[in-house]
């Protein structure tokens, strides 16, 4: 069983930075897709950044050039370093994790992430 439990959110100006954290219980970050998504006030649920294996990076269009998503295997944690942060991020932003063998996929319970003046 896999346990993600997320933190580093609040409330922080435009331009702004933040740092999230998501410590992982339970899994080995190279058998792992683990990824950051987020949730706006009525919007659908979206991918910001994963990392597969610990390497592969992907982000969408929207955070490219402004997130980085990274792991610390020693600290077993997966981080999203968010800078230049827009009053669109506004979000609950949740740390996902994906086995790549089993398919079981698990959720953390989100931290809110608020960008405003």
């Known amino acids: 069983q896999v346990q993600l439990v997320e933190s580093g959110g609040g409330l922080v100006q435009p331009g702004g930075s933040l740092r999230l954290s998501c410590a992982a219980s339970?899994?080995?970050?190279?058998?792992?897709?683990m990824a950051w998504y987020r949730q706006a006030p009525g919007k659908e649920r979206e991918l910001v950044a994963s990392?597969?294996?610990?390497?592969?990076?992907h982000y969408t269009d929207s955070v490219k050039g402004r997130f980085t998503i990274s792991v610390d295997n020693a600290k077993n944690t997966v981080y999203l370093q968010m800078n230049s942060l827009k009053p669109e991020d506004t979000a609950v932003y949740y740390c996902?994790?994906?086995?790549?063998?089993?398919?079981?996929?698990?959720w953390g319970s989100g931290t809110l992430v608020t960008v405003s003046a």
């Open positions: 996902h994790a994906r086995n790549l063998y089993n398919d079981m996929a698990y």
């Open positions: 339970g899994s080995t970050f190279s058998d792992y897709v």
């Open positions: 990392i597969t294996s610990g390497v592969a990076t």
